[in-house]
């Protein structure tokens, strides 16, 4: 059964750094995608990348901040995230055709 593992998640402050991971044990998708929850909101969009042209998109909110990337050698994509903000404090979700990850809490304090 295919299975997304994300990783690299936890506590920051605003205007720092972290980089969060995903690794599929096989890809369902022709891209990956980052989503994101917040307490009390809806799941939201944050970047998706192709893993064969390499093409990327992300929300307006993280753009010029947030970074994705891939290795497809290890099936890996990840989210470079800088400038962090309270207003990114979510859970992460990394998700590619039918499979979700568990998530990883990001929490930024200001």
């Known amino acids: 059964q295919a299975r997304l593992v994300e990783s690299g998640g936890g506590l920051v402050q605003a205007g720092g750094s972290l980089r969060l991971s995903c690794e599929a044990s096989?890809?369902?998708?022709?891209?990956m995608n980052w989503f994101r929850q917040a307490r009390g909101k809806e799941r939201e969009f944050v970047a998706f990348?192709?893993?064969?042209?390499?093409?990327?998109n992300y929300a307006d909110s993280v753009k010029g901040r947030f970074t994705i990337s891939k290795d497809n050698a290890k099936n890996t994509v990840y989210l470079q995230m800088n400038s962090l903000k309270p207003e990114d404090t979510a859970v992460y979700y990394c998700h590619s055709g039918y499979i979700w990850g568990q998530g990883t809490q990001v929490t930024v304090s200001s």
């Open positions: 990348i192709s893993w064969s042209t390499g093409s990327t």
């Open positions: 096989e890809r369902t998708s022709y891209r």
